[in-house]
């Protein structure tokens, strides 16, 4: 198996609070995603990032940083939790986008509450 | 309209049935296609990627066909293990990873 390793693998945090999601990954993957997965819709992404320092955001960013500041390091941070972030978070890497045999690789995910 | 749809399901089939998913993207520049599995609980893995020729990996085959934007995946005599939830994904070339929202699949004896 990969090495995609999420921390914490639960939280329950309250309303109001910041709270920050670790991956880390052995691999040298060059790109790291986050998604957030509810009932009723699948994976989407937050937020994503193709090299140390650059990252762009995904189609539900609203309410969450990130930060890469080295490889193997993709930070989640959710500013101000509120309950409808309330969710699994999945970390997920790759080595490269462009080819048929590129395999992205998750993390067992954070299952985040917030009361 | 989400970028890449599937029909959620469930599909309830026997053992040994054939059945198809299909999934839809909208970006014409996606670039690369697959589809992943995922158990109850547990992390997406990759079943297969979808080559423009088409590909088969023993039960399974997946199709593309660019020209109407859909990829399909064909599960042949189904197994109860074949149970649990498919994901469509499409890579764009701006490097996101788009996962359909899945097909359930549900096999019984």
């Known amino acids: 198996d990969a090495g995609i390793t999420q921390s914490p693998r639960h939280k329950v945090t309250e309303t109001g609070t910041p709270v920050t999601l670790r991956c880390h990954q052995t691999?040298?993957?060059?790109?790291m995603y986050w998604y957030r997965q509810d009932p009723g819709h699948g994976l989407r992404l937050i937020h994503y990032?193709?090299?140390?320092?650059?990252?762009d955001k995904g189609e539900v960013s609203d309410g969450y940083s990130v930060s890469r500041s080295k490889t193997e390091d993709f930070l989640l941070t959710l500013e101000s939790a509120t309950s409808s972030q309330t969710s699994v978070y999945f970390c997920?890497?790759?080595?490269?986008?462009?080819?048929?045999?590129?395999?992205?690789?998750f993390g067992q995910g954070t299952r985040l509450t917030v009361v | 309209r989400k970028e890449v749809e599937q029909d959620p399901g469930p599909f309830n089939v026997p053992e040994g049935a054939t059945v198809a998913f299909n999934c839809t993207y909208s970006?014409?520049?996606?670039?690369?296609f697959f589809w992943y599995r995922q158990d109850c609980r547990k992390e997406p893995k990759l079943l297969m990627s979808?080559?423009?020729s088409g590909n088969e990996d023993g039960r399974f085959t997946a199709q593309l066909n660019r020209a109407s934007q859909y990829i399909s995946l064909l599960i042949r005599d189904s197994k109860l293990s074949d149970s649990a939830t498919y994901l469509c994904?499409?890579?764009?070339?701006?490097?996101?990873?788009?996962f359909g929202t899945g097909t359930r699949l549900q096999v019984f004896p």
């Open positions: 997920a890497t790759t080595r490269q986008t462009y080819t048929p045999d590129t395999e992205a690789f």
């Open positions: 691999e040298n993957h060059r790109y």
């Open positions: 990032s193709y090299g140390v320092k650059d990252t």
């Open positions: 970006n014409s520049a996606s670039q690369s």
């Open positions: 979808v080559y423009s």
């Open positions: 994904v499409v890579i764009h070339n701006t490097d996101k990873l788009i």
